[in-house]
């Protein structure tokens, strides 16, 4: 019903980034969980690369630090689904 992708380290694992893509092509919420506090994105302003932040914000989600904060957003989004 939905995906909680962990996006940590200094780049994005291919697996999870592939995974991102296809649950937001599938309008599937994804919320994702960075727990790194290092940047990696395309600006200073984004702490991931910013077209897999594209596709975490293309169905309501978004990019949290706390994992008990990700999970309750992520079940709010499939729940307003109708999940």
């Known amino acids: 019903d939905g995906l909680l992708a962990?996006?940590?380290?200094?780049d994005i694992d291919s697996g999870t980034a592939a995974?991102?893509?296809?649950?937001?092509?599938?309008?599937?919420p994804v919320v994702g969980l960075r727990t790194d506090f290092?940047?990696?994105?395309?600006?200073?302003?984004?702490?991931?690369?910013?077209?897999?932040?594209?596709?975490?914000?293309?169905?309501?989600?978004a990019v949290?630090?706390?994992p008990k904060t990700a999970a309750s957003r992520l079940l709010k989004?499939?729940?307003k689904r109708g999940g």
Do not use: C, H, T, W
């Open 6 to 10: 962990v996006v940590d380290g200094n």
């Open 19 to 28: 995974e991102i893509g296809a649950a937001s092509a599938l309008g599937k």
């Open 38 to 61: 290092r940047s990696m994105g395309d600006n200073d302003g984004s702490p991931i690369n910013l077209q897999v932040e594209f596709f975490i914000r293309n169905n309501g989600g």
């Open 64 to 66: 949290y630090r706390d």
């Open 77 to 79: 989004l499939i729940e």
